[in-house]
């Protein structure tokens, strides 16, 4: 039997997993992100109980995914400053000899959704994930896409909603679209998690015209056949008609945007 | 000797071309663009001189540009009222059996910077014109990029300056990047145009502000390697500079952009 390695780098936590050729999950391992000295021997000792045949790896940003480039693999100018200049990608490689893929976490995530989720038939369409950050992953002709650096779009210019007099809480752009919208920012305000606002919470309608903003901007530069949500304030249910509304009222009729039905997803 | 046709059809006038297979401009043909009726035959009957291979067209958009569309090669929702839902490509196929390609004006512009411009050694890359319209082409991987439409990024929804008390000139979003930024919007301003601002006029720091806000958000996006700007308003020589000066102060070190003398480009 063979076995593939996968690892999701979050911030937060580490998980870790390993699938059997079949596709099935033969066994996962989670551990909170600390310091690379503590964290990485768990996730290397995880992975020495198998023989496996690759590693794939999504790591949080920014980090250096260019092959070409002397800190290929490395965790570039994170707030994390434990594993900033880390060279996360090397760790692995020095202790498995094995083919490895690296990108950002939210690539691998939009991957997983092109290979066995809600975008199998899409060709070209984004990931975005709202939890403690904000992440966004882009699939181009299905294929991950990096350019230059990678996509860093979570963290978009955006326009104030004049109901809105939080100063944001990022701590480069403070009220981007991370600053504003994401899980702390909405902790910030209210002093409560977002999963404790009610359904009905004036607040959700400045979130979604933050969201809309930003499915606008990338619906104009990327033109994407959908755009699938994840995160920890995207399993708020009245976000997603939320979204739709005020992007219809941002567009004004101008792009052809797919079917309301297909485009934003869950 | 083969020869290759070319056309530019812009919202204020047609140019076409025809280039022999020396890569030599044989002849080249202008009008302005008032209705179909009016202008096709003068196309035609420029391009029946010669005996061409193919056929080249960017177009003013938005465009259809989905070959498995059966509005493939129309003109769609555009405000010149004469040209919506035309037919632009199926009428130079009718009258000629070439082989055809089809795409915005914008990307047809970015395809040539890449084939013999100043983006030749470019895999990702932006063309933003900014003249009566602002618009954007996009190469991806070394190819036009449309995906679900075609990108409209020249209307992206960007942050108003606070000295700028201008309502905004775009039929459609009144205050996004055309609306604010582009030639029209400013002749609406100052009841002259550009071109005859000052080059030390303050209001070049807020179109500055702008068409950064723009780039930013499309560096956030698609990480393109360069940014190249043509159009009448990019002929300001001390744009660029000013540009680049607000796209640090926005970014504030969060991401890594190409090298300045190479990332904004003439």
């Known amino acids: 039997m063979k076995y593939y390695g996968g690892i999701e780098a979050g911030g937060t936590k580490m998980i870790c997993a390993v699938m059997n050729e079949d596709g099935v999950l033969a066994e996962r391992f989670e551990c909170p992100t600390t310091t690379p000295e503590e964290t990485m021997p768990k996730l290397i000792h995880f992975f020495n109980s198998y023989t496996i045949e690759s590693l794939g790896i999504g790591c949080f940003g920014p980090i250096d995914v260019h092959k070409s480039s002397s800190t290929y693999g490395h965790i570039l100018q994170t707030p994390k400053k434990a594993w900033r200049n880390f060279d996360f990608l090397g760790s692995f490689q020095k202790a498995f000899s094995v083919e490895t893929v690296f990108t950002t976490d939210v690539n691998a995530a939009a991957y997983g959704e092109m290979i066995s989720g809600t975008a199998t038939n899409n060709r070209n369409f984004l990931y975005i994930t709202i939890g403690t950050g904000i992440g966004v992953g882009v699939i181009i002709n299905r294929e991950i896409y990096h350019g230059f650096t990678h996509p860093e779009a979570g963290h978009l210019l955006i326009r104030k909603h004049a109901d809105d007099h939080f100063s944001g809480s990022c701590p480069n752009h403070h009220d981007c679209l991370e600053g504003l919208a994401s899980g702390p920012a909405i902790e910030a305000r209210f002093k409560k998690k977002a999963f404790d606002l009610y359904e009905d919470d004036p607040f959700w309608t400045i979130e979604a015209y933050y969201l809309a903003q930003a499915v606008y901007n990338y619906a104009l530069t990327v033109s994407p056949e959908c755009v699938i949500f994840g995160g920890g ?28 039905k297909s485009f934003l997803r869950h």
């Open 233 to 260: 304030v995207s399993k708020q249910r009245q976000l997603l008609p939320l979204i739709q509304k005020e992007l219809e009222q941002l567009n004004m009729g101008y792009i052809a945007l797919p079917d309301h």
